[in-house]
């Protein structure tokens, strides 16, 4: 009898898990520091039913993972965020959208495509978002994980919302954008400290590009018009509606704060793609980017018919955009794989001197063995290995209460122990990266491999709506 392939993103730790649980007094092997206080939360796809046609990994429906932590104790809790599309496929007992892999189901009642919620999270103003930039936000109650609704700011929200929308830690404000199959093609907003939406503006580009990251400095904003293009031209001749056209050169534009396509400038480089930046801020008449680069990718294509040996190795690159003389210089900063790069988001838009990126293992998965710490200054890093047959996630950084050092505090993340089929949450001394962990604490049941996450510190707590 022929076997049926399992798809790699439905199997081992990529597998759903099936219930919602709440668990306290969680075991942890070594202490939690007394000062770390909050609630770690991740989001990740985790689909309800089985998939209609192929499958992605983009596809599964929202989760979230929440461990929080008091007084060196800890709890755990996992819900979905409640989308529209995840309560119609709830009541009808079974999947209704098909994913990326399909052709987009025009004819379904429902719409084409699904607000999944499952890529990210954000806390802005009193309130913890989870998101996915194919539509709005959803507002989740904190610590319960409980999905309020769609946040659409009152009604002002007439874009997309991307999934990695900046806070400036000085100013309070938070940029975001939304980018559309139909024009305009890129929208660009401002939302007050106090979470009032102030602005939205069009910014033009050519064609529509799937734009998954950007970046924000002091006084700008950067903007990666990357050739990874959406076409329903190609698409009804066969063609696929997403592909990476290596013939067209990266764009970056680069608009004040407060500007608007009027005073963007625009700057041309190689061909690549970057889904995450790690920074960006400002030196001089130059805007500094660093970000993971991928030379091309077809991640989200089908079938791989690509020539490019280096296609989906993401490895960390800067740019340097001359303002005065409008040149660009490009540089690799190291030759390992890595992605999923964050900051302390005290310094975002700043100039940091470190950098936290996950360290890809030598696996056609997309499976994480380390963390590594880069020092941009020395150009230098150190690497955090999470042992043998043991694959982490996006490690996120927890600042010390009070510290006044860019690197002291925690980077938190979950790590899946393929030997003892055992989830754990992490806990490592960003000042001492390559020891052991300071805390393991153990999850009572499998947390799958997922997207990103985001530390809520216990003052931020007390104030969620």
Not at 100 to 112: I, S, T, Y
Not at 219 to 239: C, K, Q, V, W
Not at 241 to 251: K, Q
Not at 396 to 402: T, Y
Request: net charge negative.
């Amino acid at each position: 009898m022929p076997t049926t392939a399992v798809d790699p993103y439905l199997d081992g730790n990529f597998a759903p898990v099936r219930k919602e649980i709440t668990t306290d007094n969680l075991q942890v092997v070594g202490q939690l520091p007394p000062d770390l206080a909050g609630m770690f939360v991740r989001n990740g796809p985790n689909p309800q039913w089985p998939p209609i046609g192929k499958y992605h990994w983009f596809d599964g429906d929202g989760m979230l993972h929440g461990v929080q932590i008091s007084d060196g104790k800890a709890s755990y809790r996992n819900r979905y965020v409640q989308t529209r599309g995840w309560k119609i496929e709830h009541e009808a007992g079974k999947a209704i959208w098909s994913g990326f892999l399909e052709a987009p189901q025009m004819d379904n009642p429902h719409g084409a495509y699904k607000n999944t919620g499952n890529t990210a999270l954000i806390w802005h103003a009193g309130q913890i978002l989870a998101l996915n930039e194919g539509g709005v936000p959803h507002a989740i109650k904190l610590p319960e994980l409980g999905t309020i609704g769609e946040y659409t700011y009152n009604g002002k929200l007439v874009s997309a919302f991307t999934a990695h929308p900046k806070v400036d830690p000085v100013t309070g404000e938070m940029m975001f954008f939304g980018y559309s199959f139909m024009p305009p093609y890129l929208q660009y907003s401002i939302v007050s400290a106090a979470g009032e939406l102030l602005q939205t503006v069009p910014i033009d580009i050519p064609q529509p590009v799937m734009m998954h990251d950007f970046a924000i400095t002091e006084n700008y904003t950067i903007f990666m018009d990357l050739p990874l293009t959406l076409s329903a031209e190609r698409a009804h001749r066969g063609e696929p509606l997403l592909m990476f056209e290596s013939d067209r050169p990266s764009r970056f534009g680069i608009v004040p704060r407060l500007g608007n396509n009027n005073n963007i400038r625009w700057f041309e480089s190689s061909p690549c793609y970057v889904f995450h930046t790690l920074n960006a801020y400002e030196a001089g008449d130059e805007v500094v980017l660093i970000a993971s680069r991928m030379s091309s990718t077809s991640v989200l294509v089908s079938e791989d018919n690509q020539l490019d040996p280096d296609a989906n190795i993401p490895r960390l690159h800067q740019w340097r955009f001359n303002l005065k003389t409008g040149t660009v210089r490009e540089q690799q900063l190291d030759d390992v794989a890595a992605e999923f790069p964050r900051v302390n988001e005290n310094f975002l838009g700043q100039k940091t001197r470190y950098g936290y990126v996950g360290k890809l293992a030598n696996n056609p998965l997309p499976l994480f063995d380390g963390v590594i710490k880069y020092d941009l200054s020395s150009g230098t890093s150190q690497t955090h290995q999470f042992g043998e047959g043991r694959y982490g996630g996006e490690a996120v950084f927890a600042p010390r209460p009070g510290a006044t050092n860019e690197d002291d505090g925690w980077l938190i993340t979950f790590v899946y122990d393929e030997g003892s089929g055992t989830s754990e949450l992490v806990v490592v001394n960003a000042q001492d990266i390559t020891s052991e962990p300071v805390a393991r604490v153990i999850i009572p049941q499998r947390v799958p491999y997922g997207f990103h996450g985001t530390w809520v510190s216990e003052e931020q707590l007390t104030i969620n709506y």
